[in-house]
C-alpha cells in the first residue's frame, strides 16, 4: 500500500482499517515535524491529538529492545477507503508482572461515531491476544468522555473500578475470546 507516496508495510488489516507500527524514527518525525510525505497523508487533527504523548512514546522505546517496539509505540489507523491515516492506537509498555497492557487511542473527529476505532481496539487487541505472556488489556477514561466509554463497551471491556476523574476497564482474554 501507499500512503502519500511512501510504502508502508501493513501489519495488522480488519475490514475497513490497516494498523501500521511507527517506527521510533517515524515518532521522531512526528515529534519534530518532520513529516515529510506523511503530512499530507495523515490527517493533521489526527496528528494534533498525540502530539504531546509522542516524547514519552519516543523515551520509552529508547529504553527496550527494538524487538518489543510494538508494545510501546502508536500504531497509525489508516483508513482503507481514502488511504489517510485517521488515528493512532497504542499499548503503554509490554504486559506487566500481571499480564497487563494499557491501551490509549485517538481519532481525527472527522471519523468518531463510525465504529472506526471500535474495529482498531478490537484488531489491535487480536494482536495482543496472541502473545501467551499477555492475559488482557486495561484502559483508563475521563468519566466524561462517553464516546470512549461506548468503544470500550463495544469490545467487551468491563468496568473494574473508577476514581474521582476516570473510569478503569479491563478485557481479560481467558474469559473473553476477542473483543
Known sequence: MILGGIRLQITLESERLFLKPLS?????????????????????????????????????????????????????IIDKNSHRGIGFIGFKGSPDERGY??????????????????????????????FRNCKGITAKVLKTNTGSIRVLEHCNFKRVSSDETDHHYALNFHVQNSC
Not at 107 to 128: C, D, F, H, N, V
Open 101 to 130: 497492557s494499557e491501551v490509549g487511542y485517538s481519532i481525527s473527529p472527522r471519523y468518531r461515531k463510525r465504529g472506526l476505532m471500535t474495529e482498531a481496539l478490537q484488531t489491535l487487541a487480536e494482536w495482543a491476544q496472541a
Open 24 to 76: 521510533l524514527n517515524e515518532l521522531l518525525n512526528i515529534k519534530n515535524k518532520e513529516l515529510g510525505a506523511l503530512e499530507t497523508a495523515v490527517d493533521i487533527e489526527a496528528l494534533d491529538l498525540v502530539d504531546a504523548a509522542v516524547p514519552k512514546k519516543i523515551e520509552k522505546m529508547k529504553k527496550v529492545y527494538e524487538e518489543v517496539h510494538e508494545w510501546y509505540t502508536y500504531w497509525l
